[in-house]
């Protein structure tokens, strides 16, 4: 087989659908070292991700940016991508990031990772709430199958839009490889010069509105005014949308002192992190999956995460899960684990056993099994 990815999620620095992209292509070229895979994308890949696929030598997965029109890589879905394909000879398309050509109904397949847009649209920029109410319906009726990352969300696009059950297949995503526990030795480094200290509550991910980060926010402020504990709050993550208020509140809150602010990290500052972290705390109001605090639990981290679906599937009791509005409640919880030993132990072992049971390799399987069936049924 000839299959082709979209690999314009990979064009910035990676967050979760980039990581998505970027794994999936990884662990489907190790599988099927006989079959060619191509991540397509209208503009030159960054030379970190060029190297990443040098380093795997998978000799069977190509980064293609195709010869086009400035107008094609201005219209890419409509144009230089139908363009591409009409010529490329691809038994089939993979839309990775919620997107695939119009035209091509019998040879594509499409990943929805959440619908955030759509059912928290006070959450979401305007302007991706308007494009995800005209293009998905689209995208949906233009897609041989779908994939999703969760049962959950399996069921909201069939509530949404009707579509046929058997038309969606979960693929469950993973930690990637390099999160591994690390002893505390192995982390001082990257703590010190990160400025984190030795005691510290962690948070990753995209500082935006369905993070939560101001009842996080609450929550510790609540742990440093009622107990004797003074741990760190360190927050890692890219700059979102919709963060002023948050930002402002942070300067004028008499803690702003015991907040470290690190911006996007690497993989291995994050496995640093994740590792070393008293708690590593999650209350976000939705996800489609979650990685954040599965590769944390991959790092033996002690994981407080939101009682929401989606959580109570991919995490299950590895993790304690608190109603995501409750400050108070994520107060405790947090509490509950920095004046238990035996608790957070335990928590980091079952955090640990629990993350075994992901990996890309069996979502590239997983996805495999989805491109042979979807071609075997459209012949």
């Known amino acids: 087989m000839r299959i082709g990815l979209d690999g314009f999620p990979l064009l910035s620095p990676k967050t979760g659908v980039g990581h998505y992209t970027f794994e999936l292509a990884r ?14 994308a209208p503009q030159p890949f960054p030379d970190t991700v060029l190297k990443e696929i040098q380093l795997n030598g998978c000799e069977n997965l ?16 409509a144009i230089g991508l139908p363009r591409y394909l009409k010529h490329a000879s691809l038994d089939l398309f993979h839309g990775t990031n919620y997107e ?52 959950s969300v399996k069921r909201e696009v069939v509530d949404k839009f009707g579509v046929e059950v058997d038309r969606i297949v979960v693929t469950p995503e993973a930690p990637r490889a390099a999160f591994q526990p690390l002893v505390p030795e192995k982390t001082v480094a990257t703590r010190r010069r990160l400025g984190v200290e030795d005691d510290f509550i962690l948070f990753v991910g995209t500082i935006e509105p369905r993070k939560n980060l101001p009842t996080l926010l609450r929550a510790f ?18 700059e979102g949308w919709q ?4 930002f402002s509140g942070i300067q004028s809150s008499g803690f702003k002192d015991r907040l ?32 954040p605090p599965l590769e944390a639990m991959a790092c033996g981290a002690p994981v407080v995460a939101s009682r929401i679906p989606v959580f109570e599937e991919t995490l299950g009791s590895a993790a304690c899960l608190i ?45 495999m099994e989805v491109y042979r069936q979807f071609l075997k049924a459209s012949r």
């Open 221 to 238: 402020e609540q742990i440093l005014r009622q107990t004797s504990h003074h741990p760190q709050l360190v927050i890692a993550g890219g």
């Open 323 to 367: 109603d995501p509005m409750n400050a108070e409640a994520l107060a405790e919880s947090i509490i509950k684990i920095l004046d238990d030993k035996d608790y957070r132990q335990e928590l980091s072992s079952r955090s640990r056993e629990w993350a075994a049971k992901f990996s890309w390799e069996c979502t590239a399987r997983l996805t």
């Open 27 to 40: 662990a489907l070229a190790l599988l099927a070292p006989s079959d060619q895979f191509e991540l397509v």
């Open 100 to 151: 695939v050509p119009l035209w091509n109904k019998r040879r594509s397949v499409l990943t929805i990772h959440d619908l955030s847009v759509l059912t928290h649209t006070d959450k979401d920029p305007p302007r991706g709430v308007r494009r995800a109410r005209l293009r998905l319906p689209l995208m949906v009726r233009s897609a041989g199958m779908i994939i999703t990352p969760s049962e």
């Open 260 to 291: 470290c602010l690190t911006g996007y990290l690497t993989d291995d500052d994050l496995c640093a992190l994740y590792s070393s972290c008293s708690v590593f705390a999650y209350p976000s109001v939705y996800e489609g999956f979650g990685l």
């Open 62 to 77: 190509r980064a293609i940016t195709p010869e086009i029109s400035s107008i094609g890589r201005r219209r890419w879905w």
């Open 243 to 246: 963060t002023d208020n948050l």
